[in-house]
């Protein structure tokens, strides 16, 4: 069966820091792969804050809904690790876009997993998808380095 894999940018627009706690943990005493979720989708949000939106409210009532994700599990992580996430935006379409992210532990530079989440963005006053608003898609740019 062929897996997954994802390409990275040479550098990301975005970076942050978190700790993984023991509710992060499952039964292997690693983290869990749900719970990488977790935490990629506070970064996602870290992400849209220091971009000056959230992920409902990018321009008006256009906000942002998953329209896919892929990740590549490369390494165990640990109860006390602080993780590097790192962000960019890439790949966009009329009505989305790719965040792509690579995490890794910070102590070590090991790392953990590798993905992207497709977002498409979507205006929740009329139900429906809405065209990448402007100022994300400039933000965006900028942010990248």
Known sequence: MPRISIDLPERFAFTTELQIYQSHINEAQHLDNAQLLTLVSEARERFFTALGFTQTRV?????????????????EAF???????????????????DLVYRVQDKASGREVARGKTGIVFFDYAA??????????RLRTAAAQP
């Open 79 to 97: 109860h006390g690790e602080t993780l590097v996430f790192e962000m960019s935006a890439r790949d966009f379409s009329r009505y989305g876009c």
């Open 127 to 136: 139900r429906k998808v809405a065209p990448v608003p402007e100022p994300f």
């Open 59 to 75: 321009d008006g009532t256009v906000g942002t809904v998953i329209a896919d994700a892929a990740v590549q599990y490369l390494s």
